[in-house]
T-cell receptor, first 115, second 112 residues
Framework: EPEVTQTPSHQVTQMGQEVILRCVPISNHLYFYWYRQILGQKVEFLVSFYNNEISEKSEIFDDQFSVERPDGSNFTLKIRSTKLEDSAMYFC?????????????FGDGTRLSIL | GQQVMQIPQYQHVQEGEDFTTYCNSSTTLSNIQWYKQRPGGHPVFLIQLVKSGEVKKQKRLTFQFGEAKKNSSLHITATQTTDVGTYFCAGLKTSGTYKYIFGTGTRLKVLA
């Protein structure tokens, strides 16, 4: 069964540094999402992306965050200047064409640790 | 902003007992999805409910969407150790948007 793949599985970064998290969504999916989950807490929506632009973003997704689909297969999340509170598990998800009527398929996540 | 709360936060049950988690939204939802997250894992889609009052079953799992489309429940009959994990509901406020709000989750432990 096709899967969403995320790299790296664990990223350790100094505070203030830029970090790029990478995702390869399922190939025929058109809707892409980033979520974060602080350890032991709920899954928080960051951003959704469709047709090469952001569809929705949350209050968490401020100017320090950006997303890109650089080459038609990868979907990246960039954090420009990381803060301690950015430490979390970041999940990428994708879904098929019919928006809310399709399940979201999640990757295994990238654990981001900010020192 | 929109909030989706789940109760209970934690539930420990003996294997074979039933389990229910309740999901309550502060606003009317277009639809609701349920996910299961095993410890150390990622959310895995279980089911989606769209219609008011809808009930769906998957083997020992029964999902319900409230008449007002503001609440939902997941009931597991005769729990097994494989049911361990955190169960999240995720609601979509408005049709045509892409912003799912996840509930606070219910962590289930099943004692053998």
């Amino acid at each position: 069964e096709p899967e969403v793949t995320q790299t790296p599985s664990h990223q350790v970064t100094q505070m203030g540094q830029e970090v790029i998290l990478r995702c390869v969504p399922i190939s025929n999916h058109l809707y892409f999402y980033w979520y974060r989950q602080i350890l032991g807490q709920k899954v928080e929506f960051l951003v959704s992306f469709y047709n090469n632009e952001i569809s929705e973003k949350s209050e968490i997704f401020d100017d320090q965050f950006s997303v890109e689909r650089p080459d038609g297969s990868n979907f990246t999340l960039k954090i420009r200047s990381t803060k301690l509170e950015d430490s979390a598990m970041y999940f990428c998800a994708s879904s098929h064409a019919d928006r809310e009527f399709q399940p979201q398929h999640f990757g295994d996540g990238t654990r981001l640790s900010i020192l | 902003g929109q909030q989706v709360m789940q109760i209970p936060q934690y539930q420990h049950v003996q294997e074979g007992e039933d389990f229910t988690t309740y999901c309550n939204s502060s606003t009317t939802l277009s639809n609701i999805q349920w996910y299961k997250q095993r410890p150390g894992g990622h959310p895995v889609f279980l089911i989606q409910l769209v219609k008011s009052g809808e009930v769906k079953k998957q083997k020992r799992l029964t999902f319900q969407f409230g008449e007002a489309k503001k609440n939902s429940s997941l009931h597991i009959t005769a729990t097994q150790t494989t049911d361990v994990g955190t169960y999240f509901c995720a609601g979509l406020k408005t049709s045509g948007t892409y912003k799912y709000i996840f509930g606070t989750g219910t962590r289930l432990k099943v004692l053998a």
